[in-house]
């Protein structure tokens, strides 16, 4: 089984920054894309930052240049660097990972979703 475990939300003003993290943990044989999503009640779930196994970035236009997604291979973690934080930036910060697992004699890839963690900025 596995689980995406995220920490780090909170309160913060306007101009703020948090970082979020998030650990893969289970009987993982290989990790490959991970991510953050956001939403807001009536909404859908939105794309904040991706990352590739290699490194390679992407991010929501409305973000750039203020967050920066990382991650540690070696402890199946993602970050997400969150700095000059806004109102609207306020929402359920979901992780997101694309994990492949050896189960009996076979492999299986799927995508997995941590529980959220709320972000809230206001002053």
């Known amino acids: 089984q596995v689980q995406l475990v995220e920490s780090g939300g909170g309160l913060v003003q306007p101009g703020g920054s948090l970082r979020l993290s998030c650990a893969a943990s289970g009987t993982i044989y290989s990790v490959y894309g991970m991510g953050w999503y956001h939403q807001t009640p009536g909404k859908q779930r939105e794309l904040v930052a991706t990352i590739s196994s290699s490194g390679r970035t992407r991010y929501a236009d409305s973000v750039k240049g203020r967050f920066t997604i990382s991650r540690d291979n070696a402890k199946n973690t993602v970050y997400l660097q969150m700095n000059s934080l806004r109102p609207d930036d306020t929402a359920v910060y979901h992780c997101?990972?694309?994990?492949?697992?050896?189960?009996?004699?076979?492999?299986?890839?799927?995508?997995?979703w941590g529980q959220g963690t709320q972000v809230t900025v206001s002053s």
């Open positions: 997101n990972a694309d994990i492949e697992v050896f189960r009996g004699s076979t492999y299986f890839r799927s995508d997995y």
